[in-house]
Nanobody, 123 residues
């Protein structure tokens, strides 16, 4: 079985910073893309940032210059450093990982989601 565990959410004042972490564990053979999504109340889930296995990144326009995605492959972990937070960043943040896992002596592709971590930015 594979598990994604997120941490780092919380309450912060506008202008502050938070760092989210997401670690994958289990029968993982390899990990390719790692992403952060967020979903604000009453809104659709949106892609915030993504990082490929080679390290290339892309960001939503709304977070460019404020958020940084990074990964630590040896730990199967992806991070999201969030600076200069604004109230509009308030949402549940989810990590999303593409991976190949081993299952009963076979390999298969899996797109896994974390449980979500709440980020609240007060004005």
């Amino acid at each position: 079985q594979v598990q994604l565990v997120e941490s780092g959410g919380g309450l912060v004042q506008a202008g502050g910073s938070l760092r989210l972490s997401c670690t994958a564990s289990g029968s993982i053979l390899s990990i390719s893309a790692m992403r952060w999504y967020r979903q604000a109340p009453g809104k659709q889930r949106e892609l915030v940032a993504a990082i490929a296995s080679g390290g290339s990144t892309n960001y939503a326009d709304s977070v460019k210059g404020r958020f940084t995605i990074s990964r630590e492959n040896a730990k199967n972990t992806v991070y999201l450093q969030m600076n200069r937070l604004i109230p509009e960043d308030t949402a549940v943040y989810y990590c999303n990982v593409d991976m190949v896992i081993t299952e009963t002596a076979r390999y298969r592709y899996l797109e896994a989601w974390g449980q979500g971590t709440l980020v609240t930015v007060s004005s």
